[in-house]
């Protein structure tokens, strides 16, 4: 294994994550409703039988501090993962267009609802479905061009 390469893959799925990061969280902001990331977070939480805030409330730092965490955690998680198996020579745009809409379907058509965290992604409207695979898209090609520039250094 390249380890300049899982480092560059990581740092790609990081930078798309804080990417992402500040969208959800200017979106907040902008709507004065909490994102998906942090409905996410809240409905783990009940699961784990976790108190958490009323769910139309904002996060507070605290909170915020551990949904964006969380999800930059996913978001290195999801780097080593590219690093891991997809091969070396593949090309950027293809690999990382196959990985985004991987990554989108476990996250948000398997896992997501499996674990009863959100509604299954098939109930969302065209929208909130095409703003999910540009999100991921995008994020698979920033981790496949992190991994290949680094490989490359």
């Known amino acids: 294994m390249n380890g300049k390469r899982m480092a560059g893959a990581i740092a790609g799925g990081l930078v798309a994550g804080l990417g992402i990061t500040a969208m959800m969280m200017a979106g907040e902001k902008k709507s004065g409703t909490p994102s998906e990331l942090t409905d996410l977070e809240r409905a783990g939480a009940r699961q784990l039988g976790v108190r958490s805030v009323p769910s139309s409330d904002l996060p507070d730092a605290t909170e915020q501090a551990v949904v964006q965490g969380s999800h930059l955690l996913l978001s290195a998680a999801a780097g080593a993962v590219y690093a891991l198996t997809v091969d070396e020579d593949a090309g950027v745009l293809p690999s990382g267009i196959v990985f985004g809409l991987a990554f989108y379907a476990a996250m948000h058509w398997i896992a997501g609802p499996l674990l009863g965290l959100k509604k299954p992604e098939w ?27 680094a490989a490359n250094a």
């Open 123 to 149: 109930q969302a409207d065209a929208a909130t479905i095409g703003t999910h695979t540009m999100v991921h898209l995008v994020f698979g090609v920033a981790t496949a061009a992190g991994a290949k520039a």
